[in-house]
């Protein structure tokens, strides 16, 4: 059946210029404040169009747009057609040229200067045979960039200190989702498997905190490393209604918070400076904000809030306490007990008792008391209609070329009907398309149209795959790799991972690595009946499709 299109964004948020990307965000900080108030006078519009470069009366059109529109950046991106004054904006094989050698020949301790960075940008793009840019547009692609990395990256640390803010205090938070914090960590309890109740390690938890009440917003509990995805999910659970993920353990407690925050603060982890999060915080209206170097105390809140949810932790039969010296002769593998679902449970309930409880912090209160004291002052929370398209938004991106069979991605051929008029339409000029695709799952891609800007939904072209992971994928393609295969294909490649299927399954005794990634494959033992996209926590039941691998941009 010819998967349906879902128009996820209005405008073409990913397809934008990183030109026209910084102007859309520049406009936002500025109007968005503005588009709150109920009449903005003139000397407010004033500010804002000295701000911008713009007159008063752009100012006012910029306000309308925005409040008419999804509130979102994408709202005052400009707008460009095909022809007319958008033909001067470069192509994006030219564009990805003059960030890469930016990247690599300018950001460098020799300081080169514009113009040898200029000569490199025309003697590559000679040679790729696309048309030269202008010497201006690279040096304004340059003075676009933050002062404070160029000078971090060209002259040192020292040298970009008075750019950077200073302080000791963290700034002070008075509302509720004002500021969310995030991190990551390993629990301190060996779980079991579901089948045979066998050791299969420690998993990760994801939290976020809302600061100013000091309430738990999102949590996501897996056996995977932390990564972009896991931020995603996490995200997805802060933002929606919990009742019917509740509902799905089976637990009648109260978790009433939730809403999309208005900036996330965050340690300086690879996961939380991905292409992906970024852009879909900005597309969100959400800020990213980072712990300083050399300041722990800044992440002190979520810091705290995960050392008392391990001491809980180390109640629990199987707990591994957070060093061997408090362990001492404490056997955690043979006294492990908890599946993941049931530590998931526990965790649920744990957070529900820290809400009613009195901590020993700034507030006095409880964080339940504190929230609802928070939703009277702060009034409307900001919300999120559709849960699936927030988590595309926060997916991992890699960008490939369009054939006349598809896409082929990772030794995997993925094809639908909804490709044809893309198929043509699309000549040598066309760039490449922008992908997402989710690692627990790779078994449909999502491909936005560039034109339409709608998401397409595409499988395998081979609809008798099975679902698989990325993670299965790897591991196939490494085992071909080890019995000399040079050229791998999709039948090798899924007969290669039937293979290891049987193995896990038909082992008597299957080993602690064993039984870890049969863990893993739960969620698509039912894959060959229905699709159904893993979604753990499954935050607001809301079913999550795939999006995509992280290969060439981000590390899973």
Excluded at 219 to 227: F, N
Excluded at 385 to 401: E, G, H
Excluded at 501 to 526: F, G, P
């Amino acid at each position: 059946m010819e998967p349906e299109s879902t128009k996820f964004i209005e405008q073409g948020v990913l397809t934008l210029s990183h030109e026209d990307w910084d102007l859309a965000r520049k406009r936002t900080d500025i109007i968005a404040p503005l588009a709150a108030l109920e009449t903005v006078g003139h000397q407010a519009a004033d500010e804002a169009a000295q701000e911008l470069g713009v007159s008063r009366r752009q100012i006012y059109f910029l306000i309308r747009r925005f409040r008419e529109g999804t509130r979102l950046l994408t709202d005052l991106a400009p707008k460009r057609s095909s022809g007319g004054k958008g033909k001067g904006r470069l192509p994006e094989t030219v564009e990805s040229i003059i960030r890469e050698l930016i990247r690599k020949q300018f950001m460098k301790k020799q300081k080169p200067t514009i113009a040898k960075l200029y000569k490199h940008i025309k003697k590559k793009c000679k040679v790729k045979g696309l048309s030269v840019p202008a010497r201006n547009s690279v040096a304004l692609r340059i003075k676009q960039l933050n002062p404070a990395q160029v000078i971090r990256a060209r002259e040192g640390t020292d040298a970009a200190r008075s750019l950077q803010s200073a302080g000791d205090t963290p700034p002070k938070i008075t509302s509720i989702l004002e500021q969310v914090q995030i991190d990551h960590t390993v629990i301190d309890l060996i779980i079991v498997d579901e089948r045979d109740r066998q050791p299969i390690g420690r998993p990760y938890l994801t939290i976020a905190i809302d600061v100013f009440s000091r309430c738990i917003v999102g949590m996501l509990v897996t056996l995977e490393p932390p990564s972009t995805v896991s931020v995603g999910l996490c995200l997805a659970h802060m933002v929606c209604d919990k009742r019917p993920w509740l509902e799905q353990l089976q637990l009648e407690v109260d978790w009433p918070m939730s809403g999309k925050p208005r900036s996330l603060y965050l340690d300086n982890a690879a996961e939380f400076k991905s292409e992906a999060l970024r852009r879909g915080c900005e597309l969100h209206g959400i800020s990213l904000n980072y712990r300083p170097p050399g300041k722990p105390h800044y992440g002190g809140i979520i810091e705290r809030l995960i050392g008392i949810m391990m001491e809980e932790v180390h109640d629990l039969p199987g707990t591994t306490f957070s060093n061997p010296e408090e362990r001492g002769e404490y056997d955690s593998e043979k006294m492990a007990a908890m599946t993941l679902h049931e530590l998931e449970r526990w965790l649920t309930l744990a957070v529900a008792y820290y809400h009613g409880d009195t901590h020993d912090n700034d507030l006095k209160e409880p964080p339940t008391k504190r929230w609802a004291k928070g939703i009277e002052t702060s009034g409307t929370i900001p919300a999120v209609s559709n849960v699936k398209a927030f988590m595309v938004d926060f997916l991992p991106i890699i960008r490939r070329t369009l054939t006349r069979t598809g896409f082929a991605i990772d030794h995997i051929h993925y094809f639908a009907n909804a490709l044809k008029p893309l198929i043509a339409r699309r000549n040598k000029q066309t760039p490449k398309f922008l992908i997402r695709r989710d690692p627990r799952d790779i078994s449909r891609i999502w491909v936005l149209d560039t034109d339409s800007q709608n998401y397409l939904e595409i499988p395998y072209r081979s609809m008798e795959n099975p679902a698989i992971t990325l993670w299965e994928q790897r591991q196939a393609v490494k085992r071909l790799r080890e019995q000399g295969r040079d050229q791998i294909d999709e039948v090798s490649l899924f007969r290669m991972i039937d293979q290891m299927r049987t193995i896990v399954r038909d082992a008597q005794k299957a080993t602690k690595k064993r039984r870890r990634n049969n863990e893993r494959l739960k969620h698509l033992n039912d894959s060959t009946k229905k699709y159904e996209p893993a979604m753990p926590p499954e935050p607001c039941q809301t079913e999550i499709k795939p999006a995509e691998p992280f290969n060439e941009i981000e590390e899973w």
